[in-house]
């Protein structure tokens, strides 16, 4: 059994429901899971102007934030993001931008990474989010897991890199058949190769 952490950053709640279902996923293929959120470094009274922002940090402020030692613990991480003009969030950047001594110690290497993202729009950014996101992994000397077309259901979500959602602006974190199916499929995909890597 591999140690897998799902780490993620969610502004309005939609990263937040991929993350839980790629835990439940991992956990169903028998990984033993961490899910890990990035902590908030906004003001949090400037959520005024967005109800979805304050009721995601209110769900979150009390819950254990993701650390270095999620990374060094896990055999597998899959990080999820918001896309932020084609990138992660500022958020996630800087949490990844933080482990500059444990890439030294190459305590980040021969891992399985992946993740997923979501945007407002079809072109937002989904899949440079994502690749972008793995130029940092492979820095990290880690092995690098997309779960291309390797099961019928990429062929409807239509993403090899990752997972992607498009979340529109209605803030519905209610995920539909296709992505929860993708969702499941990496985690499912990450599990088993982390369980090889293992043995």
């Not at 899910?35 to 979805?52: C, S, W, Y």
């Not at 997923?116 to 000397?141: D, I, K, P, R």
Request: proline share 5%; with cysteine.
């Amino acid at each position: 059994m591999s140690n897998l952490s799902v780490i993620y950053y969610s502004a309005t709640g939609h990263c937040a429901s991929m993350a839980k279902r790629v835990a439940a996923a991992a956990e169903a293929a028998g990984a033993d899971v961490r899910l890990r959120h990035i902590a908030e470094t906004r003001d949090p009274e400037t959520f005024a102007e967005n109800p979805a922002w304050t009721a995601n940090y209110e769900a979150h402020k009390d819950l254990p934030p993701a650390t270095a030692d999620d990374i060094i613990w896990a055999d597998a991480v899959i990080f999820g993001s918001p896309t932020r003009f084609g990138s992660v969030a500022a958020q996630l950047r800087g949490f990844l931008d933080s482990l500059g001594g444990q890439w030294a110690q190459g305590k980040l290497a021969d891992k399985a990474y992946a993740a997923f993202t979501s945007s407002n729009t079809a072109h937002g950014g989904q899949e440079t989010t994502l690749v972008t996101l793995y130029v940092t992994l492979m820095h990290f000397g880690g092995i690098i897991v997309p779960p291309g077309y390797t099961d019928p259901v990429k062929f409807v979500d239509g993403n090899p890199y990752g997972v992607s959602l498009v979340a529109t602006h209605d803030n519905i974190t209610e995920l539909d058949e296709p992505t929860n199916n993708a969702l499941d499929h990496l985690a499912k995909r990450v599990v088993a190769v982390a369980d090889r890597l293992t043995n």
